[in-house]
């Protein structure tokens, strides 16, 4: 059973970065074929893609966000992190971490969530 939990700061003041965890167990993320995603909800909002880091180390990223948004990898400790620079109450959000499968646009396993709130 694949297990992803999402960790990090729940507050973060304006124009600061906001840096979070998914650590994943039951799998590895370097397995063949499988993406890691980085997904949001701001209140009263659909479900956004922030991007992915590829089971080859690649990353890309939604074109709204991509100027922003870094998402990394950590093999050895098994996590995959994101960095969200110059942030504005906007980016508020419930933010999950998540699985999905080469030419699929499905995602089989999700983290619980974290709330992360941008306010000075």
């Known amino acids: 059973q694949v297990r992803l939990q999402e960790s990090g700061p729940g507050l973060v003041k304006p124009s600061q970065t906001l840096s979070l965890t998914c650590t994943v167990s039951?799998?590895?993320?370097?397995?063949?074929?499988?993406?890691w995603s980085w997904i949001r909800q701001s209140p009263g909002k659909g479900l956004e893609w922030i991007g992915y880091?590829?089971?080859?180390?690649?990353?890309a990223y939604s074109p709204s966000l991509k100027s922003r948004a870094s998402i990394s990898a950590n093999t050895p400790e098994n996590h995959f992190t994101l960095q969200l620079s110059s942030v504005t109450p906007e980016d508020t959000a419930v933010y999950y971490c998540a699985r999905g499968y080469y030419g699929s646009y499905d995602f089989d396993y999700w983290g619980q969530g974290i709330q992360v709130t941008v306010s000075s």
């Open positions: 039951g799998g590895s993320i370097t397995t063949n074929y499988y993406y």
């Open positions: 880091i590829a089971y080859t180390g690649m990353p």
